[in-house]
C-alpha cells in the first residue's frame, strides 16, 4: 500500500483478497497451508530435467530464504530458463523436489502460482489496452475483489511513476515504461515471491535505475527475489546470494563479495601491450600474490593482496587499467569467455 508519506508497502498474509477463493476451488485432498511458518520459502532438492537424451538440469539443490534476493546466473543454454520453467509448474521435473512456500510442487501448484509474481523477459503485454487496463484485466485472474484492485493500480501507477500514462495504449509507451509496467502487473497480487526474468533489458541507464530503486524498496520491506540478469552490475546491486548455473550444474553459491574475494581476489589489473611488454610484466606480477590471464594483447592479474609496489612497473606500460575485482569476474573464470549459444 501507499502510506501518507508516499512509500510502498506490500500487505502480508490474509489482507491478500484472493486467496481464500483461490484455497476454495482446490479439492480436499489437496488442501494446505497458505501461509505457513517457515523462513524457506524455495527449497529445491535434487532437480534434474532430461529432453530425450539432453540433461538440461543435473541434480541441482539451493535454498531461498524469506526476504532474500537471490541471483540466479549463468551462460546461455546453462539450464536457468529450465529450471525457473519448472519452479513455475510449466514443465514437468524428471527428477527431484521442490517446494514452494513450505508447499510440493506441482501437486499444490495453483495456492503457490496465487502467490508468485513473474516478470517475464518477452514484453507480455495485451497491446490493445490501456495501461491501467492490463493492470486490471491481470488483476481478474486472481479473483481480487474490485475494490481492492482498484487501490491497487492506483498504488502501483504511483509507485511506478505511470500515474501520467494510465490511458495510453501500450504501442504508445518507452521500452522503460513497458517494463515498468511489467513490474507493476507482477505485483498486483501482492506476491510473496517475485520471479524477474532480465528486469531492465534493453534499458538507458536513467529507467534502470528507476527500476533499481523500486526493487530495493520492494526488497527492503520483505519482498523475495530470484533474479536472472546478464547485467551482472544489477545482481551485485540487489542480490544477497548468487547461484551460478552451467551445464545444467550448480557451480557456486554464496554471498557475492564473500565469493569474489574467496576465489578471484581482492583487485584486478587490465594491461594492454605487445607480447614482450606482457611477458615482461607477467614476470613481474609473480611477486605478488596473484593469479593471470592472457587472453590476446591482454594480460589480466587478480591480485589477492595489495599489491600497489608493482604500480610503477605498470606506469611504463602503454594502457592498463585498476579495479576491485567483481562479479564479472567470478562469473568469467568459473563459465569461460566463449561465447554461448542457447
Not at 68 to 80: D, S, T
Not at 129 to 155: H, K, Q
Not at 213 to 220: C, D, G, N, P, S
Amino acid at each position: 500500500m501507499l502510506s501518507s508519506a508516499g512509500q510502498f508497502f506490500l500487505r502480508e498474509g490474509p489482507s491478500i483478497g484472493y486467496s481464500g477463493a483461490m484455497i476454495q476451488a482446490t479439492s480436499q485432498q489437496d488442501s494446505a497451508p497458505v501461509f505457513p511458518a517457515s523462513q524457506t520459502v524455495v527449497s529445491v532438492t535434487g532437480l534434474t530435467k532430461r529432453f530425450g537424451g539432453r540433461l538440461a538440469v543435473d541434480n541441482i539443490s539451493f535454498a531461498i530464504q524469506r526476504g532474500q534476493c537471490v541471483g540466479f546466473l549463468g551462460p546461455n543454454g546453462a539450464g536457468k530458463t529450465t529450471c525457473i520453467n519448472m519452479l513455475l509448474g510449466l514443465v514437468e521435473k524428471s527428477a527431484g523436489e521442490i517446494r514452494i512456500f513450505d508447499l510440493e510442487a506441482p501437486r499444490f501448484h495453483r495456492q503457490i502460482k496465487a502467490r508468485i509474481g513473474v516478470v517475464p523477459q518477452a514484453d507480455s503485454l495485451d497491446p490493445d489496452l490501456s495501461v491501467e487496463e492490463n493492470l486490471r484485466t491481470y488483476a481478474g485472474y486472481f479473483r481480487i475483489p474490485r475494490r481492492l484492485v482498484r487501490a491497487r493500480v492506483e498504488e502501483l501507477l504511483h509507485f511506478f511513476a505511470l500515474h501520467n500514462r494510465r490511458d495510453e495504449i501500450i504501442e504508445h509507451l518507452s521500452g522503460g515504461q513497458r517494463r515498468r509496467l511489467l513490474l507493476a502487473r507482477a505485483l498486483i497480487n501482492e506476491p510473496h515471491l517475485l520471479i524477474l526474468d532480465e528486469p531492465t533489458i534493453g534499458l538507458d541507464p536513467q529507467a534502470r535505475h528507476l527500476i533499481w530503486e523500486r526493487l530495493a524498496i520492494l526488497q527492503a520491506q520483505g519482498t523475495t527475489m530470484l533474479l536472472t540478469s546478464h547485467y551482472l552490475e544489477e545482481v551485485s546491486r540487489l542480490s544477497q546470494q548468487v547461484l551460478i548455473l552451467d551445464h545444467g550444474q550448480v557451480v557456486v553459491q554464496g554471498e557475492p563479495q564473500q565469493l569474489i574475494t574467496d576465489m578471484v581476489g581482492l583487485e584486478v589489473f587490465e594491461v594492454d601491450g605487445t607480447a614482450a611488454e606482457l611477458d615482461a610484466l607477467a614476470a613481474s606480477f609473480k611477486e605478488c600474490n596473484a593469479t593471470q590471464e592472457r587472453v590476446g594483447d591482454k594480460l589480466y592479474v587478480y591480485a589477492r593482496e595489495d599489491c600497489s609496489r608493482l604500480v610503477k612497473v605498470l606506469g611504463e606500460a602503454g594502457s592498463w587499467v585498476r579495479r576491485p575485482a567483481n562479479l564479472e569476474d567470478l562469473f568469467i573464470q568459473l563459465t569461460g569467455r566463449s561465447l554461448r549459444e542457447s
